[in-house]
């Protein structure tokens, strides 16, 4: 069964420039969350949706993030503009019931901003 | 707001040590806990998952315990090898988000 596909590995820019970075769930999972990684904060939700519908954002840093499902295989986060202090890894997970499954994470996608 | 910490921070042992690590967390009301591992550059895999109704779980050389009313859970791992260094999280299910501790680095010395 393929996993969590998240793409690109690895996201290098500019200041200033937009992000958009994808996401595509397990076939069949109904939530799908999107994390971040920092050294300093560790990994913190930043938002998640349910049936393609966002339920919770309030981990959205900023209002240059925003996130979309327009449909229940393929997600985007997009940042715009980006700036330094988003660097960061970026992982997007998925899971058939919160209560009791577990959730499947992608290899995420590591963003350097410059 | 749940807060989740791992003990040790890091740790370093020779192969074949049978070892524990220590998860805490302030809010009893969970649906689940879990236990990840991390490899240098790779995503999270899942390892155990127990239900706030469980009190422990086993997978091969891995076994994990909760305690919901002190908020505490341990992962042991018996017979360790060099293949299980890693980075060790847990996470806590409240609402419906995961809450992460800062993880474990293990290092298994041959």
């Known amino acids: 069964d393929a996993g969590v596909i998240q793409s690109p590995r690895h996201e290098v820019t500019e200041m200033g420039q937009e992000v958009t970075l994808r996401c595509k769930p397990i076939?069949?999972?109904?939530?799908l969350f999107w994390y971040r990684q920092t050294m300093m904060r560790g990994l913190e939700l930043l938002i998640y949706?349910?049936?393609?519908?966002?339920?919770?954002d309030s981990g959205m840093p900023e209002d240059r993030f925003s996130a979309k499902m327009p449909n229940a295989s393929f997600s985007t986060l997009k940042i715009q503009p980006s700036e330094p202090r988003d660097s960061a890894v970026y992982f997007c997970?998925?899971?058939?019931?919160?209560?009791?499954?577990?959730?499947?994470f992608g290899d995420g996608t590591r963003l350097s901003i410059l | 707001k749940q807060e989740v910490t791992q003990i040790p921070a890091a740790l370093s042992v020779p192969e074949g040590e049978n070892l524990v690590l220590n998860c805490s967390f302030t809010d009893s009301a969970i649906y689940n806990l879990q236990w990840f591992r991390q490899d240098p550059g790779k995503g999270l895999t899942s390892l155990l998952l127990?239900?706030?109704?469980?009190r422990e779980q086993t997978s091969g050389r891995l076994n994990a315990s909760l305690d919901k009313s002190s908020g505490r859970s341990t992962l042991y791992i018996a017979a360790s090898q060099p293949g299980d260094s890693a980075t060790y999280l847990c996470?806590?299910?409240?609402?419906?988000?995961?809450?992460f501790g800062k993880g474990t680095s293990l290092l298994v010395t041959p």
């Open positions: 997970a998925s899971t058939l019931r919160v209560e009791s499954q577990p959730q499947h």
């Open positions: 949706f349910n049936n393609n519908v966002p339920i919770d």
């Open positions: 127990i239900q706030s109704s469980q």
């Open positions: 996470a806590v299910t409240s609402g419906y988000a995961l809450n």
């Open positions: 076939s069949g999972h109904d939530y």
